[in-house]
């Protein structure tokens, strides 16, 4: 099992910055490839980013590519989505989540994670 755990999520204005925060506990949280998905009100759950297990491969949607950088730190346990020039569209909940075993290249595929967080609320003003 593996818990996830999010924070860093809040109000800003478009044009400005959040960083959030999940941090991984349980067995082998280390060893996984992880990722950010959103969810928007009356949308379906989208991808953002994700991180592979060693940290050298990072992918993103097309709608966060050079706003967004995804990383991880592994000697505190935790996974880092920097946010830079937001804007309206960027505002959803913010899902941290974890593969196990699956090593396939469809990290935008949110079946291939196991486990989740409870999300994070961010929210872009005009």
């Known amino acids: 099992q593996v818990q996830l755990v999010e924070s860093g999520g809040g109000l800003v204005q478009a044009g400005g910055s959040l960083r959030l925060t999940c941090v991984a506990s349980?067995?082998?949280?280390?060893?996984?490839?992880k990722g950010w998905f959103r969810q928007a009100p009356g949308k379906e759950r989208e991808f953002v980013a994700a991180?592979?297990?060693?940290?050298?491969?990072?992918y993103y949607a097309d709608s966060v590519k050079g706003r967004f950088a995804v990383s991880r730190d592994d000697a505190l346990s935790t996974l880092y989505l920097q946010m830079n020039n937001l804007t309206t569209e960027d505002t959803a909940a913010y899902y941290c989540?974890?593969?196990?075993?699956?090593?396939?290249?469809?990290?935008?595929?949110?079946?291939?994670?196991?486990?989740w967080g409870q999300g994070t609320q961010v929210t872009v003003s005009s």
């Open positions: 989540t974890s593969r196990t075993y699956h090593r396939g290249s469809d990290y935008d595929d949110p079946s291939t994670y196991a486990y």
């Open positions: 349980g067995h082998n949280a280390n060893t996984y490839a």
């Open positions: 991180i592979t297990w060693s940290g050298r491969g990072t």
